[in-house]
Antibody, heavy 125, light 107 residues
Framework: QVQLQESGPGLVKPSQTLSLTCTVS??????????WTWIRQHPGKGLEWIGH???????YYNPSLKSRVTISVDMSKNQFSLKLSSVTAADTAVYYC?????????????????WGQGTLVIVSS | DIQMTQSPSSLSASVGDRVTITCRAS??????LNWYQQKPGKAPKLLIY???SLQSGVPSRFSGSGSESDFTLTITSLQPEDFATYYC?????????FGQGTKVEIK
């Protein structure tokens, strides 16, 4: 059973770079059926998709964050990472990593499953 | 970006009630629609994918329907463990987008 676990600092100073890592265990990391994804949730608010990476390294970012986001993958460690630069208080959120699964049928549906437990990152001096 | 709008934003219901939550996309998304349940302090959990397919292990009282731009999540006979916030999410295009959520509370 695949499990995802986020790790990284819970407190980041304004203008600095937020760095988080997601470790994937219990399943194939290099399957072509998955996109490895970051999603965040501002306190008491809804869900915002940040971006994803394919095991080959190809990425897609939310245009609203694209100038500040980098997602990378380390196949040797079954990990993928998020870097968000020039953070402000508006970046305070719970950050989730998730697996974006694509089915193999003629209609290529995608869904997020499973998710990591989430990690709260506070941006404050 | 495709905008997803859920209604209502919150509702109060009793155990045993039938609950319906709707989700509308700003453009046609065929059946590229998923539903998630989130409990306080926990990550979202997949309930329904491809508009109407029940995720393995999810109770059959949950069902999804709809296509194009209008979708529905129905919970028949609400159980105590179903009190949570529910989100729809489109997978038709990137960026993936979510509805704002519907909080189901105890009446």
């Amino acid at each position: 059973q695949v499990q995802l676990q986020e790790s990284g600092p819970g407190l980041v100073k304004p203008s600095q770079t937020l760095s988080l890592t997601c470790t994937v265990s219990g399943g194939s990391f290099s399957s072509g059926d998955y996109y490895w994804t970051w999603i965040r949730q501002h306190p008491g608010k809804g869900l915002e998709w940040i971006g994803h990476i394919f095991y080959s390294g190809s990425t897609y970012y939310n245009p609203s964050l694209k100038s500040r986001v980098t997602i990378s993958v380390d196949m040797s460690k079954n990990q993928f990472s998020l870097k968000l630069s020039s953070v402000t208080a508006a970046d305070t959120a719970v950050y989730y990593c998730a697996r974006d699964v694509e089915n193999g049928g003629s209609e290529r549906y995608n869904w997020f499953d499973p998710w990591g437990q989430g990690t709260l990152v506070i941006v404050s001096s | 970006d495709i905008q997803m709008t859920q209604s209502p934003s919150s509702l109060s219901a009793s155990v045993g009630d039938r609950v319906t939550i709707t989700c509308r996309a700003s453009q046609s998304i065929s059946s590229y629609l998923n539903w998630y349940q989130q409990k306080p302090g926990k990550a979202p959990k997949l309930l329904i994918y491809a508009a109407s397919s029940l995720q393995s292990g999810v109770p059959s009282r949950f069902s999804g329907s709809g296509s194009e731009s209008d979708f529905t999540l129905t919970i028949t006979s609400l159980q105590p463990e179903d009190f949570a916030t529910y989100y729809c999410q489109q997978s038709f295009s990137t960026p993936r987008t979510f509805g704002q959520g519907t909080k189901v509370e105890i009446k």
